[in-house]
């Protein structure tokens, strides 16, 4: 059974010195992709929402804590399970929550759903849907920046079980020879849809896979969103000042299963709810509260995520249907 | 006019494109210090540097996905395979990335990107080096899939394809880079989706792409010989397909010969016959004849690999069938 202790690779008695003002819009972020989870899961199950739908319930603090390192010009390349990363990139919970819904004002006009996010404006380079095959475009969109010598720094998240195919394998192997300014971010949730970590990889540490490269490596446990961004931090630093990447790899844990249609049978209910009791949103709060945050802000920001995510459902709601597709086949 | 190589024409191609625009580069396996594994880039890596002439280590999945992600934030690249049979680890980039990221998109992000390299059977490669693929890129909506068979198109296509804001797959017949033909010394670009009448006639209408328009033209020599006169259409871009100058032809002659060098079951020259006798049903005399390699991997030993593929005898014997003189 995989417990927070046992999956810990760093002690956790050193918090990170922070003040309210610099957790607080991570904290709302983190609530806020936690409660529009929870409002896909519901129009899910109401049958509003269809296709494969991937909740990044319990991994909140590594999307927003990264993409928090970042400068507003920099790239985000994700996975499947990309409402988070969008969010935290600044999308808007109206496009995100269209867009599932398949509406005509959805992010990409009800043509990607779930798992296609993209906003250009924003830097968000998708939202992909094959396994590791998103590792390359990431490498490549820090290429353009190398190229250009525009400063720019791409981040890619992908999960653990990205690691074992080989669009993972070349994208890291071409960032290190050519030193391309991108962080690899191996999000390990410990199960690769229902595979646990020791039968789908030989050594379960990730980040080593930097070391054949000769590429610098960060690992981590991903429940402080204030450390996941101190420590992303320091590798797109050296993107940027350098064109060094970095493989980095952060634990963290999917309290749902690997999409809606998975009750999660592999593991026990146990093991669920060791882990639930470290959720990184929850231990955001608290150490708001510890910080000296007034419970009356607190509960102001709670209700105003509320009133964001409620007025995204009923926006995705009332929106029209999505009512074209060959525009965009073939650019003209 | 000038004769050259379609070599030289695809290296003028990207020569001029790579002067004209800054954000043009080429990447791939031997194209800067090796001079190109066919020699089509060469003298570009002392012309514009590495940072524009990019040599990848083996590894087609990786620096064909670095294209796309380069591609949709504004980059031009030319990914060179050293051949197409090496793209099919690399499908993943073109298919699922490449060609769907504008419709997944909505819009936001397009790839102009150019795939090219040489394709379809060479002389005595084997299976593994020998493949037509052309079938399969151009199943693929998102893909422009452009098949040039002679050196005045080859440049005009590549200079075009590499302005095209959407994947282009640019597939060079592997034994047509020492065919020449005259270019024009001017600057000329050649829409993508215009065929070309290679030869006209009145008889019969061969339809064929990439070094199948060569056996086509020597086809058409031979039944000259015969009192047959043969029109060559060369549709030259496969996707768009420019099924007008088909059926022209068609509706001109009442017969039709499709000849390609890929295998039988669902090759492209399947999707040509359907056009044809969707648009030119009334004016058809005969049916439809398909020309093929056979359905086998390919041999080694060069009688039968010759035996394999389509010949000029294939291609006389189907206009005979087409003109019930067999």
Known sequence: MSTPEKARVEPDDEPVVATVDELKPLYRQMLAIRRLEEASAKAYSQGKIGGFLHLIIGQEAVCVGATAALRPDDYVVATYRDHGHAYAKGISARAMMAELYGKKTGLVKGLGGSMHFFDKGKGFLGGHGIVGGHVPIAAGAAFAAKYRGDGRVALCFFGEGASTIGGFAEGLALAALWKLPVVLICENNQYSMGTPLYRSLAVEDVSMRALAHGMARDRFDGDDVLKVKQRIAIAVERARETNEPTLVEVITYRFRGHSMSDPGLYRTKEEVEEWRRRDPLNRTRVRLEELGMPAADLEALEADVKAEIEDAVHFAETSPPADEYFPYVIKE | ?326
Not at chain 2, 162 to 187: A, C, K
Not at chain 2, 285 to 297: G, H, K, N, T
């Open chain 2, 1 to 326: 006019m000038a004769v050259i190589s379609y070599r030289e024409a695809l290296n003028q191609a990207m020569r001029e494109e790579m002067e004209r625009d800054e954000s043009v580069f080429i990447m791939g396996e031997e194209v800067g210090h090796y001079q190109g594994a066919y020699k089509v880039t060469q003298g570009l890596l002392q012309r514009f540097s590495s940072r524009r002439v990019v040599d990848t280590p083996i590894a087609e999945m990786g620096f064909a996905g670095i294209g796309v992600g380069a591609a949709m934030v504004g980059l031009r690249p030319i990914i060179e395979f050293m051949t197409f049979n090496f793209s099919l680890v690399a499908i993943d980039q073109i298919v699922s990335n490449a060609a769907k990221m504008y419709q997944m998109s909505a819009g936001a992000f397009h790839v102009p990107i150019v795939f090219r390299g040489p394709s379809g059977p060479a002389v005595q490669v084997a299976s593994q080096h020998s493949q037509a693929l052309e079938s399969f890129y151009a199943h693929v909506p998102g893909l422009k899939v452009v098949l040039p068979s002679t050196a005045y198109d080859a440049k005009g296509l590549l200079k075009t394809a590499i302005r095209d804001d959407n994947p282009v797959v640019f597939m060079e017949g592997e034994t047509l880079y020492g065919t020449t033909w005259e270019v024009p010394e001017q600057e000329y670009l050649i829409p993508l989706g215009k065929g070309d009448i290679k030869r006209p006639g009145k008889d019969v209408t061969l339809v064929a792409w990439s070094k199948m328009v060569w056996v086509c033209l020597d086809a058409a020599k031979a039944l000259a010989a015969e009192g047959i006169e043969a029109e060559v259409v060369d549709p030259r871009t496969l996707r768009p397909l420019d099924t007008e100058i088909i059926c022209d032809s068609v509706k001109k002659t009442g017969r039709c010969v499709i000849v390609e060098v890929g295998w039988p079951v669902a090759g492209f020259g399947a999707e040509v016959a359907y056009q044809v006798q969707r648009q030119c049903m009334d004016h058809l005399d005969a049916p439809i004849e398909r020309v093929c390699s056979d359905d086998v991997p390919m041999p080694y030993a060069k009688n039968l690999e010759d035996e394999v593929q389509p010949q000029v005898k294939d291609v006389v014997a189907a206009v005979k069938r087409a003109l019930y003189l067999a």
